[in-house]
């Protein structure tokens, strides 16, 4: 040990703790820098959300207009895929980077009821949510995969549902014999 060691372990062993470190000064100032750190924290965070608009909302107006049944979020190695179902085919999208492909599934899981955190348990959720005057009901389910996780939902639009028997487009014979 130097001299220099020998003398602060002298002092430290000598003389008691300074009050002002101690006391309730101390306190007040560390109180004071985590609330303006959080303060911070909340100015950022609105930041970020500005610089991130609602990217699923905008997912379900495009799905809309395609007349898609279904959104499929699939996560792989290079991102997470953006899938259509459309009259029955699912039709590749665009291929998101992974954070961007996380908030997305985010989004949609906080829209339908589910907790964004959980990623290792298979869920159901549903919700509504009204795009254009449109008021959507989406029935989602997200698995654990080996890559991340795989998000499906499913749009369901009430105006669009056939509500009498001829709505359903059956020929005039099979509508005779299902009204007997």
Not at 4 to 10: A, I, K, M, P, Y
Not at 83 to 112: F, S, W, Y
Request: with cysteine.
């Amino acid at each position: 040990m130097t001299d220099q060691d020998t003398h602060l372990l002298q002092a430290s062993d000598t003389e008691p703790p300074d009050e002002e470190f101690m006391g309730r000064e101390c306190r007040e100032d560390l109180v004071q820098e985590l609330l303006s750190a959080v303060e911070k924290r909340e100015d950022s965070a609105d930041e970020e959300e500005l610089q991130y608009p609602f990217e699923a909302e905008s997912l379900l107006r495009d799905a809309l207009r395609e007349r898609a049944s279904d959104i499929h979020l699939d996560t792989q190695l290079e991102g997470v895929l953006v899938r259509l179902r459309i009259d029955g085919v699912i039709l590749d999208g665009t291929l998101l980077e992974h954070p961007a492909g996380k908030r997305l599934g985010n989004q949609m899981k906080v829209m339908c009821g589910l907790d964004s955190i959980a990623k290792y348990l298979p869920e159901e959720g549903r919700g509504t949510y009204a795009v254009d005057g449109c008021l959507l009901d989406l029935r989602m389910a997200h698995a654990p995969c080996l890559n991340g996780e795989k998000i499906s939902v499913r749009i369901l639009e009430p105006r669009l549902v056939p509500r009498t028997l001829t709505q359903l487009g059956l020929q005039s014979t099979a509508l005779g014999h299902m009204q007997d």
